[in-house]
């Protein structure tokens, strides 16, 4: 098996600011923008990042920050909807998909790379789909779901870089690089990451 995940880590920001018409914004140019959750910065704008406005820092602080700052609230409601959007979207690459709210989409692709004539063919056509319709996204490639969640932390890939295991077919590899990488890139949740199931 095949997974692929997909990761939309400013979701809660391009809700607002992504516009169906050829990517326009409903923003100005330039504008610097924080979504908010709990009175502290859940995601922010290359703009408000460029004033050192980074996650989890408080509100007053961001407005210290740029005094110009636009703040929104995270409107969770949009969020499921633009997810459920892009879930319909990526049914074209596979009907094995899954939901992981509130920002991930996780797809088994095996069975679809003959397809789209590969997989790095399949991955250029996420990555033209996801741009046209102005989403940022990461993605991770391994043969269980978790590891492919894992992967968009530790090492994100493209089609233009395929991971080296994907170009061998071989699973031992995955499982050695595992191995290398930092207990810090778990969430808590998957620190049973079950990796003998790829052999």
């Not at 908010?36 to 007053?60: D, P």
């Not at 633009?82 to 596979?94: G, N, S, V």
């Not at 996780?106 to 790095?120: D, M, Q, T, V």
């Amino acid at each position: 098996m095949l997974w692929l995940c997909l990761h939309f880590p400013l979701l809660p920001l391009e809700v607002f600011t992504r516009s169906a018409k050829l990517c326009r914004t409903e923003t100005r140019s330039g504008e610097a923008i924080a979504v908010l959750e709990k009175s502290r910065v859940l995601c922010a704008n290359e703009t408000a990042v460029q004033h050192g406005i980074m996650t989890g820092v408080s509100a007053g602080t961001a407005q210290a920050l740029c005094a110009e700052l636009r703040v929104l609230e995270r409107h969770l409601a949009r969020e499921n909807t633009a997810l459920l959007e892009l879930a319909d979207w990526a049914y074209r690459f596979t009907p094995m998909l899954t939901l992981q709210a509130p920002d991930r989409l996780l797809l088994e692709i095996s069975a679809s790379l003959r397809l789209f004539g590969g997989l790095a063919q399949l991955l250029e056509q996420v990555e033209t789909d996801l741009a046209e319709r102005c989403y940022t996204h990461l993605s991770g490639l391994a043969p269980t779901p978790r590891g492919a969640q894992l992967m968009t932390r530790a090492l994100p890939c493209t089609a233009a870089a395929l991971p080296g295991w994907c170009a061998s077919g071989d699973p031992q590899a995955f499982r050695t690089l595992i191995d290398t990488l930092p207990l810090a890139l778990l969430d808590v949740a998957e620190l049973d990451l079950d990796v003998a199931i790829v052999g």
